[in-house]
């Protein structure tokens, strides 16, 4: 079906004689449906980005105690919140104002203000560009978490890396285009539907990748089989597939399975080669904390993400956190402890993401790369409790939550957008998902409005009708 | 003269057309001369939505509203009023918009309007032509009069939008078989089998040429203006394997191939076709793509994802409705509202299992505007799957503004909203139909055996009534002085505040007793665990009552318990209100706790506080499990009742027990019926039309009702604005099927085409608005649609026209290179079908075609599907992962897979086998190289490699490897292998084995694409 329009490429190809033209891509850059594909074919000179590691904090971490400092929080402690309007929370109520669980201080050259709960992400805000007015159109996590992964707010939409593979196009035939790297503990509820391709077809989907013997599923055929048995059978199957193209040539499909088989003989090298780190220094994996128990997994998924981008991976998913529920819980869904386990979480990532961000930069790979950093939602600047009552936790709040960014095309250093006093609303420059995600396919070389696939009916995209690019936040 | 076995009510006639007599089909009510006529109306509809704006009305002021409604309106109308300005009306013009009045009376050229035309500023996407721009000066300067009902900007098509004349709206009409002649005038059907015509002679019965099927007449005539033709007929194997695989999903026997080789007979493919359509692995095979549409999925997906009980029924009903050819008219109807024309029973319910097939977001939150927008999320779900599904066309964009491309308006989408607004997803028990003897003949069985089994339980030892649960209390001395009767009415909530991995089964019943103070019975009644919702709410709660009439005078002991079976939850009950004849309480209890033991829990699923171990005012209980209760509101408690007796009896290895208990599993699964997931009729409620979507902004209140350029005339349902569910939706079916509705037949029509094909006639299948386009063979989906809805909305025979046809049997390979590059350079794409599409068999003919060559497919049919996937659970949220281990349990049709959504890792994933979150009408056919790593190295690969090896040596006459090699390719490919193949089989084989071997060819192209 996707190939029609290749249709020529392949024939003259074919007629010219088998093996005469080496191919860039399977199949790939047919994009029926696409209007325009991004990236490497349009990018203007000014794109600087071209590919993203986007790391996602399950269950919302907290902005008041993070990157939104709010002196006026301290005086308001212990007192109710002003108004009488229902907060829009989860549980539709909201107890008493709570400061910030850490001190903030004022980071690097920027100056801008971050809380000890990220010491070491502290130490390189002055690559960041920081929106603090972020807001979410629900405060219920799998619509929210799902709109911030595909734009919708529910399921069965394509994944933001989806679009991103489908618009930029392959670099490496080796590897998947998109990767993810889950958190060790556990998923994102939902499971896999969170990197799915909806209607794109499923070469844009992400893969996980974990590690062990089959780091992808069915990369080796195990034990049953030795390497020559394969490796013979292999031989066979081309032979076969070569003389039933005879008096087929005109199926471009033929082709593309051949080739499909030759590529998967090529993952089963490229594979365990990127997952190896033996090549890297001590230096560069203490950098990302790999040899400390609670940085461990997510400084491997960092480290990993780096190599995977090196090797031509246009876009990787990290998550910190899995389940939104679970006892303990597995992520920044703090209703119960925001202390406890935003320490606990934060502690998992901080020295990861710093250190990536430093290992980028010095190899000189922030400059043409995305990190991203966001939540489905934030915090409430008041109790998880009922009106007038204290406790530990926080609630949901998708009015007003902070994200940011760093890396190529982007203004560093910097803050966009305000919340109110309280560190609860946004109350200037509000930016919405399909906001943030038309600025990140800016950055990466795509109009957001250009990037369109056919579906029942609809010329679907990420931003829906909706998405401005944010221009004061580029360089 | 019948013509082709006799299915086909047409009548054969002998017509003057081409060289001599031949056989022409023609419908029976339409001669000769109307089809002329028809033909010369035909052709114009097709026309008018490419090119309207070429002809312009007469008068300057029809041309200059004409322009407006192309160019303007789209984007300035009352419902989406860019810039504040309404253009629809010359009142809108007048008044303007934020930049001020956009017309100026007397001066129009100085006005706003034309300013913003004459600079070009707009439209703003395009520039608009010289012709259309004159053409508005003209109107401007003539006065600018608009109409005086203001522009009906879905009255007509434009070169932007499909207005009410768009074709596929339109009625269905007749239209003549075109007369294919070649530029020679010879009549190219007698040539187009490239002299393989007719295909197998030698019958006395004369054999129409094969390329004498209406179709073929429509599709030659297209490729005749190309000057290209049919290819040649595939030969018999390939015709076979195709046959099979297209109505089967399976590889054919090596017999039917032998067979239809050596017959001679001249009905012989027809025949053949026939026999395949007769097999249920027919319906087996087709509700695949019909699953794909329904987005057919078993678990809830979103946050929980809980596994759904009970959703196979729905699968098996379409398996059945294919299978009998159900008209499709009732295949629709039925999936719509078969409660309200058959009746609440278990088939209905069954069907209607359509509607709620999709995701159900069971995690609201508690603020009622989450509430509210997730339900309104919840309807659209539905609208859209609906209207996509059976009318192609995406009424869900007008969900928050009128619909950009068609004819759909915001209030037609919250009318057919109000049709499905009593709809809500969940489980119900339903009976089966019964004759009332036969039930009650059932039912004193099942009374008895279950007095049976509670002999056997006291036989040894277990005190049923301790184990149980039980609540009891004493009611007062009630003296009612107005009369004798007191009516008991419990506020009662089956199994309510649970998640679904607390699901009841269908036995657990809350049972209600009223008893003397000694404990004799007066009343005793089991409560059934009806609709279970996950998310609660105080409006899940039912009033039951409960009759018991007395003379008042003595205290009474009130029991409440459950029945004794087995399941988690049997019900919850709110209040429980004593009231007298006249309505007045005499008495009540609500549960309100006295001390609570042990800190609040949050209930799974809800969020509710649940608390446990308390003890209660005036009850006392007993039993396991101790007393439980949810707040649904702050203070507001209701009582949880609990199942269980039997889970916590010590297990017994007594075979009467046993024997027992499957005997009233049996009688229960015949008479109890069915647990099924299906919907949950409640009361709709108002319908508001929320404006831009957002529940915060209701507007007015609407009745249900279709739109208006469907069918016309029929689009209102005539129905009050407090109609109840079943006739909201028993109108909406019969809208939908009403013989006006011409897309109905379109849709299915063009649907079955993709899929013999490969690519519809109008390539979009489940779009026949202005965004999928027009068809290659406009005549042609005509013919078919019209054929069908008068021959009975008969899927079979749509299908056996087709395959019958010379288009779909010809060869999809061309052999010479010349006639390949003339047909690529008129035709790349194969739109007018010169050579059949050879096709990549989808996921679940993969799979069952590895496991149908090993012999190891199962024949189970219906029934709960196979798992392949292990649930990993934390705290309400479920996980699938693809089980690792190859499963013999699993060896059944991919059909019966148990459908989860978020699982994307095993083969079928690999091969585009959809995630069931959105109705998927054409699934993308894609080519990558993790389908390559699942097919060579996944175990059930391996697996079906070992098994088709060994099964061709156990074939074998002799233990001659080119012999078992012969044997595989057979299984295999239904061919014999040559030459070189022997060889290459032989030398993997002697050094890897015979599996090694079987393994390639189940890799191999000529496996897994069909010529």
């Known amino acids: 079906m996707r ?42 000179p000014t794109v600087r980005a071209k590919r993203a590691i986007h790391i996602c904090l399950i269950g919302g971490y907290s902005q008041v105690d993070s990157f939104d400092y709010k002196p006026a929080l301290e005086k308001y402690h212990g007192k109710s919140i002003p108004g009488d309007a229902m907060p829009e929370t989860f549980f539709g109520s909201g107890g008493l104002l709570c400061k910030s669980y850490w001190p903030f201080h004022q980071r690097g050259a920027s100056g801008l203000w971050v809380s000890d709960l990220f010491p070491n992400l502290a130490n390189v805000v002055d690559y960041m560009t920081i929106i603090r007015s972020m807001v979410a159109d629900s405060a219920n996590h799998t619509p929210a978490f799902l709109q911030q992964q595909s734009g919708f707010l529910t399921n069965g939409f394509p994944s933001l890396g989806s679009w991103l593979s489908f618009g930029l196009g392959k670099i490496t035939d080796t590897l998947p285009t998109f990767v993810v790297l889950p958190d060790r503990r556990s998923l994102p509820n939902g499971g896999a539907s969170n990197w799915g391709s909806g209607f794109l077809p499923a070469e844009h989907q992400g893969v996980m990748l974990g590690g062990g013997s089959q780091p992808i599923r069915n990369l080796f055929a195990g034990s049953d089989i030795d390497a020559r048995a394969d490796r013979d059978s292999f031989q066979m199957l081309e032979a076969l597939n070569h003389r039933h193209l005879e008096g087929r040539e005109a199926n471009d499909l033929l082709v593309a399975r051949l080739r499909s088989y030759q590529l998967a003989a090529q993952m089963q090298v490229s594979i365990p080669e990127v997952l190896d780190f033996a090549d890297e220094t001590a230096a560069t994996l203490q950098l990302y904390g790999t040899q400390h128990e609670a940085t461990a997994d997510c400084g491997r998924r960092c480290l990993l993400a780096r190599r995977l981008l090196e090797r031509g991976v246009r876009f990787v998913q990290i998550f910190s ?18 202390q406890r386990d935003h320490a606990r979480e934060a502690e998992r990532i901080d020295r990861p993401v710093a250190g990536l961000i430093q290992d980028l930069h010095q190899r000189g790979m922030l400059e043409d790369t995305l990190v991203v950093f966001t939540t489905e939602f934030g915090r409430t600047p008041f109790a998880n409790a009922p009106p007038g009552q204290v406790n530990l936790g926080r609630d949901h709040n998708p009015e007003g939550f902070t994200v940011w960014m760093a890396g190529g095309g982007l203004r560093r250093g910097f803050a966009f957008g305000e919340t109110d006093e309280l560190g609860w609303k946004a109350m200037s420059d509000k930016v919405s998902w399909p906001d943030f995600h038309a600025t990140l396919l800016h950055l990466l070389g795509i109009d957001h409005e250009q990037l369109t696939f056919y579906h029942n009916g609809i010329q679907r995209r990420l931003t829906n009708v909706h998405g401005q690019v944010l221009h004061q936040l580029l360089a | 003269m019948e013509w082709m076995g006799g299915m086909y009510p047409m009548k054969i006639v002998s017509t003057e057309r081409g060289t001599g007599a031949s056989w022409g089909v023609q419908l029976p009510f339409c001669n000769r001369s109307t089809w002329l006529f028809l033909l010369a109306i035909a052709a114009p ?4 939505a490419q090119d309207l704006v070429s002809s312009h009305p007469s008068t300057p002021s029809a041309a200059g509203t004409e322009m407006l409604a192309t160019y303007c309106v789209s984007c300035h109308n009352p419902s989406d009023a860019s810039g504040g300005l309404d253009l629809t009306s010359r009142k809108g013009a007048l008044r303007g918009g934020e930049s001020g009045a956009a017309l100026l009376v007397g001066m129009p050229l100085d006005s706003l309007f034309w300013k913003r035309v004459a600079e070009g500023e707009m439209p703003p996407d395009e520039p608009l032509p010289d012709e259309a721009r004159k053409i508005l000066l003209d109107w401007l300067s003539d006065g600018a009069e608009w109409p005086e009902a203001g522009i009906d900007r879905f009255a007509v098509s434009t070169k932007k939008r499909a207005g009410r004349d768009w074709w596929s709206f339109q009625p269905l009409h007749p239209v003549s078989i075109p007369e294919s002649l070649s530029e020679n005038g010879a009549n190219p059907l007698e040539g187009a089998g490239g002299g393989q015509t007719p295909y197998r002679k030698g019958s006395e019965i004369p054999e129409p040429t094969w390329a004498e099927n209406p179709i073929d007449h429509f599709i030659l005539a297209q490729l005749n203006t190309q000057g290209l033709s049919l290819a040649p007929r595939a030969a018999p194997r390939e015709l076979v394997r195709r046959l099979s695989f297209a109505l089967h999903g399976l590889p054919p026997e090596n017999s039917d191939i032998a067979l239809f080789e050596r017959d001679p007979s001249p009905m012989a493919w027809t025949r053949l076709v026939d026999r395949y359509l007769g097999s249920h692995e027919y319906g087996t095979r087709w509700a695949t793509p019909w699953m794909d549409i329904a987005r057919f999925g078993e678990t809830h997906g979103f946050e929980y994802n809980e596994p759904r009980a009970g959703t196979w029924y729905y699968r098996d009903w379409v398996i059945g409705a294919l299978n009998e050819d159900l008209p499709y008219d009732q295949f629709v109807a039925l999936q719509i509202a078969a409660d309200s024309f058959h009746g609440a029973t278990a088939e209905a319910f069954a069907a209607i299992g359509f509607l709620v097939a999709g995701p159900h977001n069971t995690v609201v939150g508690r603020s009622e505007s989450m509430q509210l927008s997730a339900r309104e999320q919840e309807i659209e779900e539905m609208v859209a799957t609906l209207g996509q599904a059976f009318l192609g066309i995406t009424i869900q964009c007008a969900r928050c503004h009128d619909h950009k491309y068609d004819p759909i308006t915001t209030e037609e989408y919250y009318r057919v909203a109000a049709a499905l607004r009593g709809v809500r997803h969940g489980e119900r028990t339903a009976a089966p139909e019964l004759s009332t003897d036969a039930r009650s003949g ?51 909530s089956p199994t309510v505040w649970a998640d679904s991995s607390q699901a009841t089964t269908d036995r657990d019943a809350v049972l209600i007793r009223v008893m003397r103070l000694d404990q004799t019975s007066l009343l005793e009644q089991a409560i059934p665990s009806g609709d279970w919702i996950a998310a609660g709410s105080r409006q899940n709660f039912k009033k039951q009552q409960i009759e018991y009439v007395g003379d008042g005078s003595g205290e009474l002991l009130l029991e409440l318990g459950s029945e004794e079976h087995e399941g988690r939850f049997a019900g919850a009950i709110d209040n429980i209100v004593c009231t007298d004849d006249r309505g007045e309480t005499l008495w009540t209890d609500d549960f309100s706790p006295i001390q609570v033991a042990e800190a609040p829990g949050a209930q799974a699923g809800t969020g509710l506080r649940v608390h446990c171990r308390l003890s209660m005012r005036d009850w006392q209980s007993s039993g396991f499990n101790s007393v439980h209760t949810v707040e649904i509101e702050p203070g507001n408690h209701a009582l949880q009742i609990f199942g269980g007796l039997e889970d916590s009896l010590p297990s017994s290895s007594n075979s009467q027990e046993a024997t027992l208990k499957s005997a009233i599993d049996k009688i229960e699964q015949d008479l109890v019926a069915v647990r099924l997931f299906t919907i949950l009729s409640s009361e709709p409620g108002r319908s508001m039309i929320y404006h831009r979507g957002d529940v915060r902004s209701p507007g007015n209140e609407v009745s249900s009702g279709g739109i208006a350029a469907i069918a016309p005339g029929r689009a209102d349902f005539l129905l009050p604005l407090e109609a109840t569910d079943l006739q909201r939706r028993e109108a909406l079916a019969r809208w939908i099927t009403v013989d006006a509705n011409a897309l109905l037949c379109r849709v299915i029509v063009n649907r079955v085409w993709h899929h013999h094909f490969g690519s519809g006639l109008v390539e979009k299948t489940s779009d026949l608005g202005f965004s999928g386009g027009v068809p290659s063979h406009p005549e042609l989906l005509e013919w078919l649609a019209h054929w069908f809805s008068s021959n009975g909305y008969s899927l079979k025979k749509l299908h056996r026209l087709i395959l019958t046809s010379a288009t779909w049997q010809q060869s999809s390979r061309i052999s010479d290179p010349i006639m390949v590059r003339a047909a690529m350079t008129r035709d790349r794409t194969n739109r007018f079908l010169w050579r059949q599409n050879s096709r990549r068999l989808d996921a679940e003919s993969i799979r069952d075609a590895m496991l149908f060559v090993a012999g190891a497919l199962r024949s189970e049919r219906g029934g709960p599907g196979y798992r392949d996937v292990s649930i990993d659970q934390i705290g309400a949220a479920h996980y699938y992962e693809p089980n690792e281990q190859v499963d013999e349990a699993c060896f059944r049709r991919s059909i019966y897979r148990w459908h989860v959504r978020g699982e994307r890792e095993s083969i079928l994933e690999a091969f585009d086998c959809p995630d069931p979150s959105a109705t998927t009408p054409v699934r993308n056919m894609t080519t990558t190289p993790l389908q390559a790593l699942s097919l060579w190295n996944s175990r059930f690969s391996l697996e079906m490699s070992r098994r088709v090896a060994l099964r061709a040596r ?24 040559d030459a070189e193949e022997i060889a290459l089989g032989r030398d993997l084989a002697s050094f890897h084995g015979l599996e090694s071997v079987a393994r390639v060819l189940l890799n191999s192209s000529e496996f897994l694409v069909v010529d």
Request: glycine share 10%; net charge positive; aromatic share 10%.
């Open chain 2, 954 to 977: 156990s074939l074998s006459d002799s233990s001659h490897v080119d012999d078992h090699l012969r044997r595989l390719w057979y299984l295999v490919l239904q061919r014999a292998p």
């Open chain 2, 442 to 492: 059932l039912e004193s069985q099942l009374r008895q055996l279950r007095r049976q089994l509670r002999e056997t339980y006291r036989a040894r030892g277990v005190s049923v009534s301790k184990s149980a649960n039980r609540l009891v209390r004493s009611i007062p001395a009630l003296y009612n002085e107005r009369g004798l009767n007191y009516r008991l009415s419990f506020d009662l």
């Open chain 1, 321 to 338: 956190g899995g389940c939104f529920g679970g006892e303990p819980r597995h992520g920044w869904d703090s209703h119960e402890d925001c």
């Open chain 2, 45 to 48: 509809m097709f026309v008018v």
């Open chain 1, 3 to 44: 190939t029609h329009e290749n249709r020529r490429g392949w024939f003259d190809f074919l007629v010219s004689g088998l093996g005469t033209a080496a191919f860039a891509t399977l199949a790939s850059q047919d994009g029926k449906g696409r209007i325009m594909a991004g990236g490497r074919e349009t990018a203007s």
